[in-house]
């Protein structure tokens, strides 16, 4: 497991960048580039998504001395994301349009499947959808995502947890009783 970042990290090179420093920009965009890409994901197209993230990254960096407190770049880059659209419109038609990629070895049939997941998951929630896109498309383990977010560990566990159980109730799969008690309460 890779270790997550440190909000004390994230201050650093995010002022580090706020000085100029092309490594911290760099270490920055590496860091929070499965953040954005997700956020995009969950709304857009894959290819879509792909230009909405530089694009994102092109006008947090340009604003980036306006970011008062530096530990909570995650947050600032997110909510940035989840305002910027971009040239079009990222709505339903652009979807239904997306041929979303899997792997190059994959079938015909895990393609489809693939994409049925993916919309599936574009209807939940953002909190749940975002969540799971870091986890299952990106990756990345709960203390990273929390340490992305700005999230509590808990929080993330949590929506995880329900955001599975929403998605596996939206594809008809059974869910495991400790899920169905928990999504009822939520």
């Known amino acids: 497991m890779r270790q997550p970042v440190t909000p004390l990290e994230i201050a650093r090179q995010v002022r580090d960048a706020q000085r100029g420093s092309q490594a911290a920009y760099a270490w920055l965009y590496r860091v929070f580039a499965p953040l954005v890409h997700t956020i995009h994901l969950g709304r857009a197209p894959h290819a879509h998504a792909e230009e909405l993230a530089q694009d994102t990254f092109a006008i947090a960096f340009a604003q ?13 880059i997110a909510a940035i994301a989840r305002r910027h659209r971009g ?7 652009s979807l239904r349009e997306d041929h979303d990629r899997a792997s190059p070895a994959a079938g ?5 499947e693939a994409e049925h997941v993916l919309r599936a998951v574009r209807h939940l929630p953002e909190a749940y959808r975002e969540t799971l896109l870091l986890r299952l498309v990106e990756g990345l383990s709960g203390p990273e995502i929390a ?5 509590t560990a ?3 566990r949590v929506n995880l947890h329900r955001g599975m159980a929403k998605l596996r109730a939206s594809l008809g799969l059974a869910a495991g009783p400790e899920e169905t008690a928990d999504v009822d309460a939520a």
């Open 147 to 151: 340490a992305l977010t700005g999230l």
């Open 64 to 76: 980036l001395g306006q970011l008062r407190e530096a530990a909570q770049f995650g947050p600032w």
């Open 87 to 93: 040239r079009r419109d990222a709505g339903e038609e």
């Open 108 to 112: 015909p049939e895990d393609r489809a």
């Open 154 to 156: 808990a929080s993330v």
